[in-house]
């Protein structure tokens, strides 16, 4: 890879990125968050839905979130200046009558946020119109909440996560588990991949023979991968009339940490038996992941050139034209052309 991706490195803006698990914020709470380098306080008030300001007061600086949230606006600690979902000001608490200044005038920013399948979704950019839309798990309803839900955070940029969670090669290597798969049952697969929507799809595919995982699913299950920017994989698997859908979804918090969020439906209620014993699984599966990345990081210093190799890196190739593709459309104000062809993918793992 010619490391003109140092300039690209950026997470892209003009996109919906998963900023917090809905459980994580109660009503009547306030949740800080640092995302994309920006600091951000997410509220979700007890009436109406979860909101998102900049964690900032426009009066002095004050970071809202050392401030009190009542429910429906946030009380700034310093003058008790009061912040409303939309960011405007409601209140100055100093102002005597006949002093003219408007609160409503003055506001701190505020993020378009949208919670869906038991995440909230917060937009970074200018205009939502034409982004890539929060996901869904196909096969279950916009309410529907995860059977299972992890995150992880890592310490490598964005683009090391997505780059390490699309990744067909290291399965043997990483994640080498009796549950798993074992490397010496590495052999040659052959996917099948088509353009979809601000992305590519590996296309519905009886899964390898070889991942143990499939098989307490019961029947057989034929699986489809989709991965869509800026960072989402919905891995969708059909047994019979069941579904199991994974759904990741990267967020860089900022230069160099970045977090994954792991929610898992299904359909089967013999699986949420198992539940308790599925969830060590797959923080395991994720720890892997982080423990690779962290490791990566030591040798990312100086920031070499690296490789990225047909057809095992093919993906990854696909995930920076498909950045640089949507940051230039954005910029040119243009429609995005998808730069994926269709292509069968072979590589061995
Ligand atoms: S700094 Fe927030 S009210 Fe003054
Ligand atoms: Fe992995």
Avoid at 68 to 73: A, L, Q, S, V
Avoid at 114 to 140: C, H, K, L, V
């Amino acid at each position: 890879m010619p490391n003109s991706a140092a300039s690209s490195a950026q997470p892209l803006r003009e996109a919906w990125y998963y900023a917090l698990a809905g459980k994580a914020l109660s009503p009547g709470a306030m949740v800080a968050k640092k995302l994309l380098g920006e600091d951000i306080v997410l509220c979700r008030p007890r009436q109406g839905p979860a909101f998102a300001l900049k964690d900032f007061c426009p009066h002095r600086g004050m970071p809202l979130r050392f401030g009190r949230f009542d429910g429906e606006t946030i009380e700034c600690c310093y003058h008790g200046w009061r912040f409303g979902s939309e960011g405007r000001c409601t209140k100055i608490p100093s102002l005597v009558d006949g002093q003219a200044l408007d609160p409503a005038k003055i506001r701190t920013r505020s993020y378009p946020a949208i919670e869906r399948q038991g995440g909230i979704w917060i937009y970074f950019g200018d205009d939502s119109t034409g982004a890539p839309p929060p996901p869904t798990a196909p096969s279950f309803a916009e309410d529907a909440a995860p059977s299972l839900y992890e995150s992880m955070r890592f310490s490598c940029g964005i683009d090391h996560a997505v780059v390490g969670l699309m990744d067909p090669a290291h399965g043997p290597f990483v994640h080498e588990a009796w549950w798993w798969r074992g490397r010496n049952s590495a052999h040659e697969k052959a996917k099948a991949f088509a353009p979809s929507e601000f992305g590519f799809t590996m296309t519905r595919h009886r899964p390898s023979s070889n991942s143990a995982a499939y098989k307490i699913l019961g029947g057989v299950p034929e699986t489809e991968i989709v991965f869509r920017l800026p960072g989402v994989r919905i891995e969708h698997v059909a047994v019979g009339r069941h579904a199991l859908v994974n759904l990741t979804a990267v967020t860089p918090i900022d230069e160099r940490a970045t977090e994954i969020h792991h929610s898992i439906f299904w359909t089967m209620p013999w699986l949420s038996v198992l539940r308790p014993i599925l969830r060590p699984f797959a923080r395991k599966f994720l720890a892997q992941d982080r423990d690779i990345m962290a490791k990566q990081q030591l040798g990312l210093t100086g920031d070499p050139t690296l490789m990225l190799i047909d057809d095992a890196d093919t993906q990854a190739k696909w995930y920076y034209r498909l950045k640089r593709e949507y940051a230039a459309a954005r910029a040119e104000k243009r429609r995005f052309e998808n730069p994926v062809k269709p292509r069968t993918l072979r590589w061995k793992s």
